[in-house]
């Protein structure tokens, strides 16, 4: 198992990065090793609590998988949850929270998982750290690119 946080100050408004967060049917666009995104149940819970279905295809050198997740972005908080529907996972859970901050936003990002695997679980427990600070670094050059260098 796998638990991580991560905090980064990005000079963005929180909802500019939740937006961005929320888009998962774009991450295909901007995170090299997603490959394909298909997103379905498109629904709303309550007034700016939007959810939906996706299936993410993933492809790294020694691995090509789909899974499914649940996505839940509540415009208001701001903050968007993940949650796994199915997949290679004995539990996947994400959370990102967008707060107010002088300099933009701080995003509080927090990841949860274990793959079914033992052995997939050690290869990406021993490269966990560099992999969420990758993917960190992904969402923020897509932010940098869609509302420019502040």
Known sequence: MAVHRVTRILPYAPEQLASLVADVESYPAFVPWI?????WNKREEAPGVRLLDAEAGVGFAFLSERFSTWVRHDIHAPKVEVG?????????????????????????????????????DMMLH??????????????????????GKR
């Not at 490959?35 to 997103?39: A, G, L």
């Not at 021993?126 to 969402?139: E, P």
């Open 35 to 39: 490959t394909s995104m298909r997103v």
């Open 84 to 120: 796994l529907i199915r997949g290679p996972f004995k539990h996947l859970k994400n959370r990102w929270e967008f707060h107010p901050h002088p300099e933009g936003t701080r995003l509080e990002f927090f990841i949860d998982f274990a793959f079914k695997s033992r052995m997939l």
């Open 126 to 147: 021993a490269n966990f750290d560099r992999a969420v600070d990758k993917l960190i670094h992904c969402f923020e050059t897509r932010a940098k690119a869609l509302y």
